[in-house]
Nanobody, 115 residues
Framework: QVHLVESGGGLVQAGGSLRLSCAAS????????MGWYRQAPGKERDLVAT???????YYADSVKGRFTSSRDNAKNSVYLQMNSLKPEDTAVYYC?????????WGQGTQVTVSS
């Protein structure tokens, strides 16, 4: 089992920045990819960014150039730096991890961007 805890969400004005953090605990030795999804009210959960344990990244087109994902394997943590935030970025952001044949999810953290 892997337990994920996110932090860093909040309310920010459009154009502002936030940094999300996610710390993993438990059977972290088998974690491969980690990343972030988000879910806006009434919408499906969408992939935002992924990062492999080697540091390779993928970003959704909607966040390219604005969001940056990083990872500290020694701390079993993944981060999402979000710049130039837009109201359409408002959502609950979920950390996830792949490992041991399973997908694990955090509880989610709310990000609200006001116009």
């Amino acid at each position: 089992q892997v337990h994920l805890v996110e932090s860093g969400g909040g309310l920010v004005q459009a154009g502002g920045s936030l940094r999300l953090s996610c710390a993993a605990s438990g059977d972290t030795i088998c974690i491969s990819n980690m990343g972030w999804y988000r879910q806006a009210p009434g919408k499906e959960r969408d992939l935002v960014a992924t990062i492999s344990n080697g540091g390779s990244t993928y970003y959704a087109d909607s966040v390219k150039g604005r969001f940056t994902s990083s990872r500290d394997n020694a701390k079993n943590s993944v981060y999402l730096q979000m710049n130039s935030l837009k109201p359409e970025d408002t959502a609950v952001y979920y950390c996830y991890a792949e490992g041991c044949g399973y997908d694990f999810w955090g509880q989610g953290t709310q990000v609200t961007v006001s116009s």
